[in-house]
């Protein structure tokens, strides 16, 4: 395989991708990486049933409040460091580098590879905090950004502007220097598609060994319980829905039927491969998406705009405030939100980042981190501007059962409430539950690639089978944090979650180091005239 440059690249190592997998039973995974992740997850579980929900939730959240006091500093700064890293990268001139080499062409027209990132990255999130996120600002649900005053136009503008803050540039840095990464060094590289890969710059052929294996099973084992909990919200939220559309009884039996069918939709999508699954998919997902916000935004224009402009002026003047951590006094908001984000958007950046390496080829260095960063803000700030804002106005004007209410009750049924003020508000209602559900195989679907990924020692093809494997057992252990406690099992998996993202911030921060020295070996070095003057 031919390179720019060999340093670094698996030309350099006696390394042969897959070499230490094994066959068996139709399947072909890393030995170390697939027992060890399959069994620490077994063992969580084993665990979690053994003892009280309670007790194991309370352990659970006093290791989650030492983490979030002790080291709010690194996430909140990790993510500006990222994001400096991130636009320094995309406008520097190792922004013209093409991954997959000079001649390399996407594999994906633009518009299915950004519908495929952006279903990958935070479709389920959208939907569950559209209206809620907003809504419980304005209201002080759990404290207020940089401590507004709540129910005031100062408060709708943070409410709006921090919601856009943290949907916006610092998270898509975030995932987009996650997967930049893991895509350079696989295809300019030719190092296998795995965590460990990144590190071989820092590390050198140490990430062949155990070290390289502690890597990959954390990253397997941070995604996975991301992967499970972003599962059991979706499932929380779309039998809300449908109880709340139907009057069907919302209990434990109707959420593991929803998360029993999204497995067989997402086992079906896998068999059909990545072009007639998750592509097929994600575009439908835009396209109902789209209409859906169309259509909102039609049936309250001028509140949309209002809010548009209202979002960006709050997220322009109070990027920096919010991004900082010294000379705060709304510290419970800042752990209860900012940090929590930046945690949640770490512990799920391996899998974001995974998945969208897999369809990036072809893409220039720039070209990828502007639009990975860029377009998904957008989206996400018109959608959390226009479902937020119509919240918020419903609160003001005392509308439907947000403004009765003056807030958010159940914040799974938060945005179905806001909905129930229109007079078609069950079709918009129907509308909404599909969403969720096709984003719901979307993400279970791309999930059980990217962890069979990882588990096959970095390998791009492997048996369909192994896919069905990841996918049953990433839905089963949602089912089994609902059966033992519901939502309260969910949150021991959301602090799970953050716990494992503290040693992961530290992991991204070197492996943007260890990318920027793999892409200087792309960059032609002038040469030095050896010729003497007489």
């Known amino acids: 395989m031919g390179f720019k440059s060999k340093k670094y690249s698996i030309d350099s190592t006696d390394y042969q991708v897959g070499q230490d997998n094994i066959s068996k039973w139709g399947m072909d995974v890393h030995n170390t990486v697939f027992v060890a992740s399959v069994g620490l997850s077994i063992l969580f579980i084993v665990t979690l049933l053994a003892l009280p929900p309670a007790d194991a939730k309370a352990a659970i959240d006093s290791i989650k409040g ?33 991954l997959g080499g000079e001649n390399a062409t996407p594999d994906y027209s633009k518009a299915s590879w950004i519908s495929m990132l952006f279903a990958a990255g935070m479709g389920i999130g959208l ?3 559209g209206v809620a996120e907003p809504t419980a600002f304005f209201t002080n649900w759990f404290g207020t950004p940089l401590n507004v005053e709540p129910f005031t136009e100062a408060g709708r503008e943070l409410a709006l502007g921090a919601t856009v803050f943290h949907w916006g540039l610092h998270a898509w840095a975030i995932y987009g220097m996650t997967a930049l990464c893991l895509a350079y060094f696989v295809y300019n590289k030719g190092l296998p598609l795995s965590m460990r890969s990144v590190f071989y710059p820092l590390l050198g052929d140490r990430v062949w060994g155990k070290t390289g294996d502690v890597i990959d099973i954390l990253t397997v084992l941070v995604t996975l319980f991301g992967l499970a909990t972003s599962l059991g919200l979706g499932g929380t939220q779309a039998a809300s829905g ?62 949309v705009l209002d809010s548009l402009v209202t979002a960006v002026t709050g997220y322009v003047k109070n990027i920096i405030p ?6 705060r006094d709304d510290t419970t908001w800042l752990h209860g939100w900012t940090v929590f984000y930046w945690a949640w958007w770490v512990a799920y950046a391996p899998f974001f980042g995974m998945f969208v390496a897999r369809i990036s080829k072809g893409r220039t260095v720039r070209e990828f981190l502007l639009c990975v960063m860029l377009i998904p803000t957008m989206v996400t700030t018109a959608w959390m501007s226009i479902f937020g804002g119509v919240a ?42 599909a969403l969720i559900i096709v984003f719901f195989v979307t993400t279970l679907d791309s999930g059980s690639i990217v962890i069979d990924g990882m588990t096959a020692g970095g390998k791009l093809e492997v048996p369909v089978k192994q896919k069905v494997v990841w996918a049953v057992i990433s839905g089963a252990i949602a089912m089994v944090m609902l059966w033992i406690g519901g939502t309260q099992s969910i949150q021991a998996l959301q602090s799970i979650t953050i716990i494992a993202a503290m040693p992961f911030t530290i992991i991204l921060l070197l492996g943007s180091v260890s990318l920027f020295k793999g892409l200087l070996t792309e960059v032609n070095k002038p040469q030095v005239s050896t010729n003497q003057v007489n």
């Open 66 to 98: 030492a983490v979030l006091s002790n080291f709010d500093f690194l996430f909140m700064w990790g993510a500006n460091i990222l994001l400096i890293f991130a636009i320094i990268i995309a406008f520097s001139p190792l922004g013209k580098i093409r």
């Open 127 to 129: 939907i569950f905090w």
């Open 242 to 303: 449908i109880s709340h559309v139907f009057g069907m009884e919302n209990n434990i039996y109707l959420q593991q039927s929803i998360i029993v069918l999204i497995m067989g939709l997402a086992i079906i999508s896998v068999l059909r491969g990545m072009d007639g699954g998750v592509k097929f998919l994600s575009n439908l997902n835009m396209v109902i998406a789209f209409i859906f916000l169309g259509l909102i935004a039609i049936l309250n224009f001028t509140t």
């Open 322 to 327: 919010l991004s900082q951590t010294s000379g």
């Open 392 to 433: 918020i106005q419903q609160v003001i004007d005392k509308v439907g059962k947000l403004g009765v209410d003056q807030g958010i009750t159940d914040v799974s049924l938060s945005l179905f409430h806001m909905l129930d003020a229109y007079p078609f508000g069950d079709i918009l209602s129907f509308i909404a539950v």
